[in-house]
């Protein structure tokens, strides 16, 4: 398995680029989220990569960040989706965005996705929901921005709702209602209010 990939920048084909390994040119097609982030051609790059061997070929995809990858791989578990639509839904979203849509379980950002219907956008949010936002909200040391931390107060708070024996359903619903960049104390205090005058 090709884990990380280092080299010169000589080629950049959206979604596809070419890395320079010491003489030879590696293919590797990267999500948009990461094609607008990467340097000018001819300069040096490091990108974390994951690799797909199938009969007709051996492609290599490259991500600007761990969670990005992570994101990726777990997308690939999901019966259906391959990795033309996992690289889609990267590019049509960050990944503290595709944390908050799956803790919130809102299909609507999924379905802005090209070739995302809402069946398989549902089918996403279900079966990221155990993986995604815990992988993710509690990731290593290199983070994707400083936006993470709402996704992060977003599980968090989800988490508090539900084990103080509310359901998922009156969870969402107050949630919703919450400031995207509110803190985890606050988002509590907010949404066991709102869930008190709704009861």
């Known amino acids: 398995m090709i ?10 084909n959206p979604p596809s680029i070419t890395v320079d390994v010491q003489g030879l040119g590696y293919e590797v097609d990267v999500p948009m ?3 607008y982030n990467l340097p000018a051609t001819g300069e040096k790059l490091a990108l974390h990569t994951h ?4 009969e007709d070929g051996h492609y290599l995809y490259g991500f600007a960040s ?12 999901i019966s259906g989706i391959g990795a033309r639509t996992a690289l889609a839904v990267l590019s049509g979203m960050s990944v503290k965005e595709l944390a908050q849509a799956v803790t919130l379980q809102e299909a609507g950002r999924l379905t802005k996705v090209p070739g995302i219907g809402k069946k398989t ?5 279900l079966e990221l929901r155990d ?8 990731g290593g040391e290199t983070r994707v ?10 599980a968090d ?3 508090a709702l539900l084990a103080l024996g509310y359901n998922e359903r009156e969870a969402v619903s107050a949630m919703k209602a919450l400031a995207p960049d509110v803190s985890v104390s606050d988002g509590i205090r907010a949404a066991l209010k709102l869930l008190s005058k709704s009861s």
């Open 66 to 77: 761990p969670e990005e990858r992570t994101a990726f791989r777990q997308l690939l578990k």
């Open 131 to 138: 993986r995604l936002p815990k992988t993710l909200a509690s």
């Open 3 to 12: 884990g990380r990939i280092s080299g010169i920048l000589i080629e950049k």
């Open 145 to 154: 921005g400083a936006g993470d931390t709402a996704a992060d107060a977003a």
């Open 157 to 159: 708070i989800m988490n």
């Open 51 to 54: 690799l797909i061997v199938r």
């Open 121 to 125: 956008a549902e089918r996403l949010l």
């Open 33 to 35: 989220s990461t094609f």
